[in-house]
């Protein structure tokens, strides 16, 4: 499961994952571009929680994984980054404003081919179904 979109459709998504009016509220706040590095718990609803991250670009990325029964959301705070599957044949241009919700499996982050550049993103983690 791959969902791809901007942040004003965000809402849209609130009936099929009710997580993400969890979500909604701390990105309204700006937590995330508040808050340092880190791992947070959503204030509202502890199963829901993110990391605040800073990195730079690279070729390889960033790998990471999403376990199974949870999604996880990524929103681009600032800068760009690509985030892609491991074999790479689902690629996405991750910019501020953009969302991705990722069902599980694994992925890398922060790929670029070209000079290393800074991004910032912050990534949700929720149960699939709540």
């Not at 376990?67 to 599957?85: P, Q, W």
């Not at 996405?92 to 790929?111: A, N, Q, S, W």
């Amino acid at each position: 499961m791959t969902l791809f979109d901007t942040l004003g459709q965000l809402e849209t998504y609130v009936p099929a994952f009710p997580a993400l009016a969890r979500i909604i509220s701390v990105m309204d706040r700006s937590l995330p571009y508040d808050q340092e590095d880190g791992t947070y718990s959503c204030p509202e609803d502890d199963s829901v929680t993110y990391l605040v991250t800073s990195a730079t670009s690279s070729p390889h990325g960033h790998p990471f994984s999403v376990k199974d029964g949870t999604l996880s959301m990524i929103v681009a705070l600032d800068g760009e980054e690509i985030v892609s599957n491991l074999d790479s044949t689902s690629v996405f241009t991750m910019i501020e404003g953009r969302f991705l919700i990722l069902g599980p499996g694994d992925y890398k982050r922060g790929v670029m081919t070209n000079l290393p550049a800074h991004f910032r993103d912050v990534r949700f983690t929720f149960p699939e179904r709540t």
